[in-house]
């Protein structure tokens, strides 16, 4: 089993930065995808961004190509995204996931049997 727990949500204007951070734990060895996924309210929890076991091969949701980056410290069991060029549009809770394989560009919410508790994000206009 893998435990991950995000923090370094808030509260910011639009245009403001923010990282958000996933500690794991458990069974963090092994090859392992690091996903973010975020749900507004009264909506689907939508795919953000995703990155390979090495953070050699990442990929993003159109709607944050160019304003987020995920990384990793596979050192630390940390994943990080950071988020630039906020948006109200990009208020919501933030959800860390994870799986044990090597295809990093899975989108679907049923992919990932590993989540956490999700921080929150809201961006003021």
């Known amino acids: 089993q893998v435990q991950l727990v995000e923090s370094g949500g808030g509260l910011v204007q639009a245009g403001d930065s923010l990282r958000l951070s996933c500690a794991a734990s458990?069974?963090?060895?092994?090859?392992?995808?690091r996903a973010w996924f975020r749900q507004a309210p009264g909506k689907e929890r939508d795919f953000v961004a995703a990155?390979?076991?090495?953070?050699?091969?990442?990929f993003y949701a159109d709607s944050v190509k160019g304003r987020f980056t995920i990384s990793r410290d596979n050192a630390k069991n940390t994943v990080y995204l950071q988020m630039n060029t906020l948006e109200p549009e990009d208020t919501a809770v933030y959800y860390c996931?994870?799986?044990?394989?090597?295809?990093?560009?899975?989108?679907?919410?049923?992919?990932?049997?590993?989540w956490g508790p999700g921080t929150q994000v809201t961006v003021s206009s």
């Open positions: 996931a994870g799986r044990d394989s090597d295809v990093y560009y899975a989108t679907d919410v049923r992919n990932y049997p590993y």
């Open positions: 458990g069974r963090t060895f092994g090859r392992s995808v």
């Open positions: 990155i390979n076991w090495n953070g050699g091969n990442t």
